[in-house]
């Protein structure tokens, strides 16, 4: 069972990369669209449902499985296993940020840049490269 659990806990974080890398990109085209235009409204639709479809689905099915894989298996020892729960933390950190940027774009009320939404896109991608070393080289 130990093997289905994990496989199904890295398609759950695949997923939920999926969409930590797609959000943000749509709200850097969502930036330019006029608020109240049609464009903006099929924003506002795209980045919900990502949001509430996957999203939050993946992120809480990752937690959930990983949080038992690592008692099961680890024991929740190991520095390498500390360190990758530290980065989904913050990770999930970003999650909720974004989470925060799409109610200020349903809302109307986004004051970031395309520019920000750039920068912001960057970060998830920089946290998974340190989990993946983390999980595959256990350097410590």
């Not at 969409?19 to 109240?36: E, I, K, Q, T």
């Not at 960057?122 to 350097?139: F, H, Q, R, S, T």
Request: net charge positive.
């Amino acid at each position: 069972m130990y093997e289905w659990l994990k496989a199904i806990h890295v398609l759950a974080v695949i997923s939920w990369m999926a969409g930590m890398l797609y959000l943000p990109r749509l709200m850097v085209y969502h930036v330019d669209a006029p608020p109240g235009s049609v464009q903006s409204e099929t924003f506002k639709v795209m980045e919900r449902r990502l949001l509430r479809g996957i999203m939050n689905p993946a992120m809480i099915v990752t937690w959930v499985l990983g949080l038992y894989l690592a008692w099961a298996a680890f024991g929740f020892k190991g520095g390498w296993l500390h360190g990758k729960i530290l980065l989904v933390v913050l990770l999930s950190g970003v999650h909720g940020y974004l989470v925060g940027r799409v109610r200020d774009f349903a809302n109307d009320r986004n004051t970031k840049s395309g520019r920000f939404y750039r920068v912001i896109n960057e970060v998830p991608a920089v946290l998974m490269v340190g989990i993946v070393i983390l999980v595959i080289v256990k350097p410590f």
